[in-house]
């Protein structure tokens, strides 16, 4: 146990956290909320987004404990944690139960992210650090802490490394062209043909007044030269 956790022995939750705090001179934001249990909720109870919310997760093996801090909306890679603390394989989450026993000044799940006062070994995820300032616990599960995350590395000196795993994403756009294809049509189909569609040319004055007279010629016998000419001469009076 070290000096900071020895001041504050006998403290629990914010009280313990706010005196760590007010003895660092570090300026902080107290938020009060409904009770919570999960850092996700604690981030919708403090009207923030999870990736502004710090999470500690604390970790045992047989070295001891050891607090890694990553944003609330993403998960801890377990493996990436056991090789930048140079831990052994057995490096796990510390359990509730270990946690009350070891850490009584807080409540599980409300761990604050400040290693001098946890007194163990910390990382801390970079992501954090791209906000000028981000909410965690505050030792207990109906208080949370506006402060800057560069006094969360200067209150505890932490490892800052990427600890989070990595987002799975999809091999192929699922709407890409190539995508859509081979959903609608599996390896080894064939393709309908496909009609091109056909266009006949505009038809000229000339030509409309020849199909016409060609389609009264199929109805009717063809009248005499001298009523066709009459025909003709009738629309053209002399």
């Known amino acids: 146990m070290n000096d900071d956790q020895l001041t504050e022995r006998g403290m ?27 850092a ?6 403090a009207a923030v987004s999870p990736a502004r919310m710090a999470k500690t997760l604390l970790l045992h093996d047989h070295g001891g404990f050891r607090a890694a801090v990553i944003p609330a ?3 801890l890679d377990l493996h990436k944690a056991r090789v930048l603390l140079q831990a ?29 006062l946890l007194g163990t070994p910390e990382i801390l995820d ?12 505050g030792g207990d599960n109906n208080h ?12 505890g000196e932490p490892l800052v490394a990427d600890i989070c795993e990595a987002p799975n994403l999809p091999d192929t756009d699922p709407l890409s062209d190539k995508s859509f294809h081979c959903a609608l049509h599996p390896k080894g189909a064939q393709m309908p043909a496909t009609k091109k569609p056909t266009t006949r040319p505009r038809a000229t004055p000339a030509a409309r007044t020849r199909a016409e007279d060609a389609r009264v010629r199929r109805r009717r016998p063809s009248p005499p030269s001298t009523a066709r000419h009459r025909t003709v001469a009738s629309s053209n009076p002399v």
């Open 126 to 137: 970079p992501r954090l650090l791209a906000y000028p300032d981000v909410f965690c616990s």
């Open 88 to 116: 052994s394989g057995h490096l796990r989450l510390a359990s509730e139960e270990e946690i009350e026993r070891e850490f009584p000044a807080f409540d599980p799940g409300a761990v604050p992210p400040f290693s001098a």
């Open 40 to 45: 996700v909720d604690e981030a919708r109870a």
């Open 12 to 38: 629990h939750g914010i009280g313990a956290v706010a005196d760590f705090l007010k003895r660092k001179r570090a300026p902080y934001e107290l938020i009060e909320h409904v009770e919570t249990f999960a």
């Open 73 to 75: 909306s993403e998960r």
């Open 144 to 155: 949370s802490l506006n402060v800057s995350p560069r006094e969360i590395q200067r209150l």
